[in-house]
């Protein structure tokens, strides 16, 4: 079974950017979708964006084009570029594979 393991968490203040990545423990050639989606203490995990096996991404309305998400299948990666981060954007981010999840890495957007 895929391990993930993400990174790039981190303070940062309003409007500025971050990059998390989500290394696997094996190919990503063949996984169907990859996913980051995020949670917030005491609410639902929702999904942020996703990407394909053949690199066809999709996006939540909240990402209202400051995020992209991108992957690296040589380096079995896949990255989430954030920027013009709000403090709504605070949350610990996850990312998932088929039915795998990483341990996640918080995302603190505060002055």
């Known amino acids: 079974q895929v391990q993930l393991v993400e990174s790039g968490g981190g303070l940062v203040q309003p409007g500025g950017s971050l990059t998390l990545s989500c290394s696997a423990s094996?190919?990503?050639?063949?996984?169907?979708?990859m996913d980051w989606y995020r949670q917030v203490p005491g609410q639902q995990r929702e999904l942020v964006a996703g990407i394909t096996s053949d690199g066809i991404t999709g996006y939540a309305r909240f990402v209202k084009d400051r995020f992209r998400i991108s992957k690296n299948s040589a380096k079995n990666t896949i990255y989430l570029r954030m920027t013009h981060l709000e403090p709504e954007d605070t949350a610990v981010y996850y990312c998932k594979a088929s039915d795998v999840w990483g341990q996640g890495t918080q995302v603190t957007v505060s002055s």
């Open positions: 094996e190919s990503i050639f063949t996984i169907r979708s």
